[in-house]
């Protein structure tokens, strides 16, 4: 037997074992699409807008040692995001916490 008149027939025998049960199978479809229709309000509420690239400040991982680690996380509290390249992203930079005592 094809694969096509298997799967024809296991949604046919499927749908007629859902169809004895009403309300669950109106359950089963409309539940998606009430969902579906919820996600395309919100699209269509808050719509994408552009955005520039965010370059973070660096912060130290918990490798660098405690002290470090703790600068990096209060110093940067509020996250901010800036338009351009921050100083640690140069090529050949690994680090720039030297001098963050």
Not at 68 to 92: D, K, V, Y
Request: aromatic letters at 10%.
């Amino acid at each position: 037997m094809a694969v096509g008149t298997q799967l024809g027939l296991l949604l046919w025998k499927n749908f007629t074992f859902r169809r004895r049960q009403r309300i669950q199978l109106a359950i089963e479809i409309l539940w998606p699409l009430f969902l579906f229709l919820i996600l395309i309000s919100v699209r269509r509420s808050h719509p994408p807008f552009k955005q520039h690239e965010c370059h973070f400040p660096n912060k130290a991982l918990p490798s660098a040692g405690t002290l470090p680690w703790l600068q990096g996380i209060i110093c940067n509290m509020n996250n901010p995001c800036f338009r351009h390249p921050t100083a640690g992203e140069a090529p050949g930079v690994v680090g720039n916490f030297d001098g963050s005592m």
